[in-house]
């Protein structure tokens, strides 16, 4: 079962509900982007992953006027990145989630309510975008219902609505949306790392009480190559994969792991150029088991011809995003720019360190 560490995320979460009942509750979220460790991780290795805090969401839930008996009546619709309107989902993974909200939160009324998300997370890319609009609802959820949820409880009711869109689910997604620094996580534990990062409600690693804050600093260039990709899917061709020749499984296990492990300590002593290195590692790795595609290996040279001390694919694959290290704010806009040429349909960068507040 997962849970968080001390260090994490309850009071965060708890205070997110607010005592009294009002008419209408928010919730807030973003999206992540994964450093290390992608589908490795639903395998118990460990993973890397960064907040993205330029991806926001934010869920509105609103009480509608019922009168009596009945069954639940509650519609959500989804404002995605350039679209000026919301558009009604039918959403069986948001359906599931109100469900269990229910029985975790101790609802017994009728519930009625109107859900609308605003997702700044484009689909189907490796962002996190189901788990931020899963993570903003039960939040906002919580807020209308005047429910304390704890971390754990959040966590669970997100998870649930993620092994509904995605079958297995690892959990980092459900962490990552609403960490506000890099993420080590490995079997459902998580632990915030001591990495500066800036965003709407992010302490910085001095004021988060870190004695000593990693001098870690770089930006993560994240790269959208236009073709999305279907995390499910591509979980689910491992699955057969790694059952069909367990021993496959065990190596890109082991050797994804390894490469984590290091990542972590590359990151704990500011070792910019190695951890470059590794990332581009892993992209390999993915890259041999067959989740990368062409478009995402041409993006994945390009940064690194652009000066990137190194890239990869990030997230399920199969199309979606890859990311690449920078080691200064001129390096990471040159980067972006020759992603762009490259084919790249959107950039964001995300810096670190040193570079937090760096405004692109
Ligand atoms: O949501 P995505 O596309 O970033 O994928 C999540 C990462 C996987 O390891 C592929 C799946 C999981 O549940 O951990």
């Not at 899963?134 to 704890?150: H, K, P, Q, S, T």
């Not at 979606?320 to 964001?348: F, N, S, Y």
């Amino acid at each position: 079962m997962a849970t968080t560490d001390s260090l994490t995320f309850a009071d965060r979460d708890g205070s997110a509900a607010g005592a009294a009942r009002g008419h209408t509750g928010t919730g807030r979220a973003h999206g992540k982007a994964i450093l290390f460790g992608e589908h490795a991780v639903v395998y118990g290795a460990p993973a890397l992953a960064i907040p993205v805090p330029r991806l926001p969401v934010t869920a509105t839930a609103t009480r509608l006027p019922s009168a009596g008996e009945g069954a639940d009546q509650i519609s959500f619709a989804i404002a995605g990145p350039g679209t000026g309107s919301a558009t009604p989902v039918e959403a069986d993974d948001l359906r599931h989630l109100v469900a269990e909200f229910k029985v975790r939160a101790g609802v017994t009324e009728r519930v009625c309510v109107d859900v609308l998300i605003d997702c700044a997370i484009p689909r189907g890319c490796g962002l996190g975008s189901s788990a931020a609009c899963a993570r903003a609802a039960v939040l906002a959820l919580g807020d209308l219902f005047g429910r304390r949820l704890d971390a754990r409880t959040v966590f669970d009711l997100v998870q649930v609505s993620e092994t509904a869109a995605h079958g297995r689910a690892s959990g980092i997604d459900a962490i990552a949306t609403g960490a506000t620094a890099p993420l080590y996580f490995r079997a459902g534990l998580a632990r915030e790392l001591p990495v500066a990062m800036a965003g709407e409600g992010f302490p910085d690693a001095a004021r988060a009480g870190a004695a000593h804050p990693w001098e870690f600093d770089g930006l993560f260039v994240i790269a959208d190559s236009g073709a999305s990709g279907s995390t499910k899917e591509a979980v689910e061709m491992l699955r057969g994969a790694f059952e069909r020749d367990p021993r496959t499984k065990e190596t890109f296990v082991r050797e994804v792991a390894g490469l984590t492990h290091a990542a972590l300590r590359d990151l704990g002593e500011g070792r910019v150029d190695d951890l470059g290195a590794r990332l581009t590692e892993n992209h390999r790795l993915l890259r041999d088991i067959g989740i990368s595609t062409e478009r995402i290996d041409t993006l994945v040279e390009t940064a690194i011809a652009a000066g990137g001390r190194g890239a990869k694919i990030s997230g399920g694959g199969l199309g979606g995003c890859m990311v690449a290290l920078a080691d200064d704010p001129r390096r990471a806009e040159t980067i972006a720019g020759r992603l762009h040429e490259a084919g790249a349909v959107r950039t964001w960068v995300v810096p670190v360190g040193r570079f937090a507040s760096y405004a692109h």
